[in-house]
């Protein structure tokens, strides 16, 4: 879980909206710390090569 200025952000919810992009194979949310809000989310992604 990831706290973002108070609020609990779920990373599987995040990775799923981004898996959901056609150029995406694999996708993961983690928290980065962050002095505005505490932590930040980071999305780190494989790209899909499509032929």
């Known amino acids: 879980m990831i706290l973002v200025s108070g609020f609990n952000v779920y ?3 995040i990775e799923d909206v981004v898996m959901q992009h056609p150029k995406v ?7 980065v ?3 505005l809000s505490g932590e ?12």
């Open 25 to 31: 194979r694999e996708a993961a949310a983690i928290g």
């Open 40 to 51: 930040a989310v980071k999305i780190c992604i494989v790209k899909r090569i499509l032929p």
């Open 11 to 13: 990373p599987n919810e």
């Open 33 to 35: 710390p962050s002095d």
